[in-house]
């Protein structure tokens, strides 16, 4: 499966004084309408795609409703879902004001095993293109193009590998 992804150039907001880098970012599709994607996903199978919706919006509220009462969540097969947040520290206990003091609460998401090998296993990256000052390029090739850039090596194509990144100084800092 080809994952696509743009390239934008971004300086290290911890590295101010360096020059901006060129990183790729994942060029993310318009996900499937709540319809569109019940019906994609009970294909083939015997359960009607509004019971799936149905089923999906139970969850949607139970979820919440879990977190809020300090339960992990783990939903089979897709993940676990808990309640995090950050805290100023006291020295004395009884001066601790949680009303005050908790700050920055936000759920994560911990995908489960089977989905992310599922979702990695075989990836490989497509480039879609340059994204540049507002400017979205459809290729790497027309990027260079309208820059009176030369192709490298006689070659204007994108550009694809496969793999991941392995946390390297020409890793995106940002995510």
Do not use: C
Not at 15 to 36: F, I, Q, R
Request: aromatic share 6%; net charge positive.
């Amino acid at each position: 499966m080809s994952v696509n992804y743009k390239l934008v150039q971004r300086k290290n907001p911890l590295k101010k004084d360096e020059p901006a880098k060129w990183y790729a970012t994942p060029n993310s599709a318009k996900p499937l309408s709540p319809k569109a994607l019940t019906r994609a996903a009970t294909a083939n199978t015997t359960t009607a795609p509004i019971e799936l919706e149905s089923a999906m919006e139970l969850l949607a509220a139970f979820i919440p409703q879990q977190l809020q009462q300090g339960h992990t969540v783990n939903v089979p097969g897709l993940g676990s879902f808990r309640l995090t947040f950050k805290s100023d520290g006291v020295e004395d206990i009884d001066k601790f004001n949680a009303g005050q003091m908790i700050k920055s609460p936000r759920i994560v998401f911990t995908p489960a095993k089977e989905l992310r090998e599922k979702t990695l296993q075989g990836l490989s990256f497509e480039n879609s293109g340059v994204l540049e000052n507002k400017i979205n390029y459809a290729s790497l090739a027309d990027y260079r193009k309208a820059k009176g850039l030369p192709a490298p090596g006689g070659s204007a194509s994108g550009g694809s590998g496969s793999g991941g990144g392995t946390g390297g100084q020409n890793e995106n800092p940002l995510g």
